[in-house]
């Protein structure tokens, strides 16, 4: 297979259309076996309940190239699985999760060809997503809906290298305490738009939100879970409206059975945090992007491991996560899908 002529180490995070995507309608009940289409625009009627009441959810996972040249996807189980939690906060009919991985599957082989190299820290983002389709004026979910995959071809997180973030602590809420912080819902990326916006003209790379009850613990960034850690022990945030990622829950494994380091999860106050070494935001996209520092209004929290390179112990749970998702570490049973 010829891949496509594409300057992999300079493309950025953008949107690259690629051949073919996914598409199944639910109608009647019943999801369709769904197939795939080279139709890249959706074309619905005004009153879409995704239109006027948002009811729509969304995934994210790569496919990429291992050492070996295989295509693989990392632990896409738990992205269809995710999706079905969403769905059901939603009034949305769930795909089956076989029916999800299968689709993954056709849409990495069809877009084969813009797989990046394996080496060249690019990889296939794949966007699993959802919407009710037909017209609602009343408010109540929709009665048919359209599920779809596309991939696209997406570079280096960090261009020439890491760089530690600076973030704020932000005076914005995220996610009220029994909403819906918990789903992957296009919802909760709308309401952050304002404050990712106003962040990067004060000069910051991201919000933390804190939990919205207390403003007292840490809860989780727009689109990444936070990871901390002070000598052998990796600490994350519990809180009920932290999106659950999937990356975090892998690096708490990677730390406990390869790196042999302790794991808590549990609640982390905003007044502890000059008691940590090292920090970083964690999700798909990034994997870990490491915290130099963390302003919180007039207070400065700047972590030893400083505002030039990673932290060592981020950086090992850097390098195991992703010698594991490339083929040179050997990965737990179950997290790599093979595809081609
Ligand atoms: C998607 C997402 C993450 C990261 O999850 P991964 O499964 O690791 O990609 C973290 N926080 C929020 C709010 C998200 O939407």
Redesign the pocket.
């Known amino acids: 297979m010829e891949k496509k002529n594409i300057q992999w180490d300079s493309i950025g995070f953008g949107y690259i259309q690629t051949e073919q995507r996914y598409v199944a309608n639910y109608r009647d009940g019943k999801w369709d076996n769904g197939g795939l289409t080279d139709e890249a625009n959706i074309t619905l009627n005004e009153c879409a309940c995704v239109f006027q009441y948002a009811q729509t959810c969304f995934e ?2 790569k496919a990429y190239t291992t050492k070996d040249g295989k295509i693989v996807a990392f632990r896409p189980d ?2 269809a699985q ?1 999706m079905v939690d969403s769905c059901n906060q939603l009034k949305m009919p769930a795909l089956p999760v076989e029916q999800f991985i299968d689709a993954v599957k056709q849409v990495v082989k069809a877009n084969a060809a813009y797989v990046p190299p394996y080496g060249s820290g690019a990889t296939l983002y794949l966007r699993p997503f959802m919407m009710g389709t037909n017209s609602v004026i009343g408010v109540k979910p929709a009665s048919e809906y359209q599920f779809r995959i596309f991939a696209t071809p997406v570079g280096p997180y960090f261009k020439g290298g890491v760089r530690p973030l600076t973030v704020r602590i932000s005076d914005l809420d ?1 996610a009220a305490p029994h909403g819906t ?1 918990h789903i ?1 819902a296009g919802l ?2 709308a309401m952050s738009l304002y404050n990712i916006v106003d962040a990067h003209e004060q000069g910051y790379d991201e919000n933390i939100y804190l939990d919205p009850q207390t403003r007292t613990k840490l809860e ?6 936070i990871i901390l850690i002070k000598g052998n022990t990796l600490v994350t945030p519990k809180s009920g409206s ?7 829950r892998s690096l708490l494994y990677v730390a406990k059975e390869y790196l042999g380091m302790e794991v808590e999860e549990r609640e982390v106050y905003l007044s502890e945090l000059d008691t940590f070494e090292e920090c970083g935001l ?4 990034a994997v870990i992007s490491p915290v130099g520092k963390i302003v919180d209004h007039g207070r400065e929290i700047c972590f030893p491991s400083g505002m030039t390179d990673m932290g060592a112990k981020t950086k090992k749970l850097y390098e195991t996560l992703t010698g594991i998702q490339m083929g040179t570490i050997p990965a737990p049973e179950g997290w790599i899908c093979e595809i081609m």
Do not use: D, Q, V
Request: charged residues 20%; glycine residues 18%.
């Open positions: 994210g996972l738990l992205n995710r995220r912080g992957k909760n990326y989780e960034t727009g689109g990444a879970n932290i999106l659950p990622s999937i990356t975090r964690c999700g798909t996209a």
